[in-house]
């Protein structure tokens, strides 16, 4: 018998050149897909940190300056006191106080009152607290780092009759000098000026 002619016809070389041309163009367009993806998902990991980092620290500010307590310290040595609140344009700390409302989740025996410092090192806003309320030098602070990409932070202060000033307490009266030991801002005005945010302002109103 004649054997019936084979009509199945193959793939040419340039057919097989072509396909694999077209499915290379389709993997680097998916693996840029891909790779685009990941680079926003952790870009926006980064963001949401960032943006938790300075809520968190503006949330501390304001539980701090809300409960500022008209309880003066003791000097570390000598028999001075040290204002309620204090702060400067020549020292490090920018503003120290003592502020009422210090959780004891332990139930330790100490008062609810604590004696807090902020002040700005190398681009960061630093808290700083006492453990004891009336400490001796002995008694080492405990620091803990707030917000980096800080490139500025300032604070004023509203007095009684509605006045910002930039130093606290106001002028101590003639004849009394532990007038300004007790006497508190009616509110607080937080500026922090970061590297990628820019300008955040914030003012907090201090409790009766």
Known sequence: MKARPNNQQGFTLVELLVALFITAIIFSMGYGAINQALNDRDALKTSQARLHAVQNAVRILVQDFSQVAPRPVREPVGDG???????????KELVTFTRAGWANPAGIQRPALQRVSYGLDNGTLRRVHWPVLDSPLSNEPIRRDLLDKVKAVSFRYMDDARQWRDVWPP??????????????????EVTLELEDWGRIVRIIEVGA
């Open 81 to 91: 006191w040290q204002p309620a609140m204090r702060a400067t344009q020549e020292s």
């Open 171 to 188: 002028q101590v009266q003639p004849g009394n000098p532990d007038s300004g030991l007790r006497v508190r801002p009616v509110a607080v």
